[in-house]
Nanobody, 122 residues
Framework: QVQLVESGGGLVQAGDSLRLSCAASVRLVDEYVVAWFRQRPGKERQFVACRSILSTEYARSVRGRFTISTDDAKTTLYLQMNNLKSEDTAVYYC?????????????????WGQGTQVTVSS
């Protein structure tokens, strides 16, 4: 079981930037798929971005504004968020899994962080 701890959320204004961090208890070697999801109140958990050895994918709503990355040690996952909009307001979760079929389906991930709140005021 991989332990994940997010940080970096907060209250910002529209147009600002934030970088979320996700510290992992293991090295996220190439076999891991790593991802960020978000959840608004009363809504289902929504795919934001993911990265595997083969590809990096983004939700259409964040493409060009958000960037997923890991540090060189592969123990920290990041989500750089630029030009934030009010509709980006949500609790953001990092997640990991080994293998699987869909990188965008939250039910396929078995390791989750506790979430960090991002609030964007317009």
């Amino acid at each position: 079981q991989v332990q994940l701890v997010e940080s970096g959320g907060g209250l910002v204004q529209a147009g600002d930037s934030l970088r979320l961090s996700c510290a992992a208890s293991v090295r996220l070697v190439d076999e891991y798929v790593v991802a960020w999801f978000r959840q608004r109140p009363g809504k289902e958990r929504q795919f934001v971005a993911c990265r595997s050895i083969l590809s990096t994918e983004y939700a259409r709503s964040v493409r060009g504004r958000f960037t997923i990355s890991t540090d060189d040690a592969k123990t920290t996952l990041y989500l750089q968020m630029n030009n934030l909009k009010s509709e980006d307001t949500a609790v953001y979760y990092c997640a990991t899994k080994l293998g699987g079929i869909s990188m965008r389906e939250p039910t396929e991930y078995n390791n989750w962080g506790q979430g960090t709140q991002v609030t964007v005021s317009s």
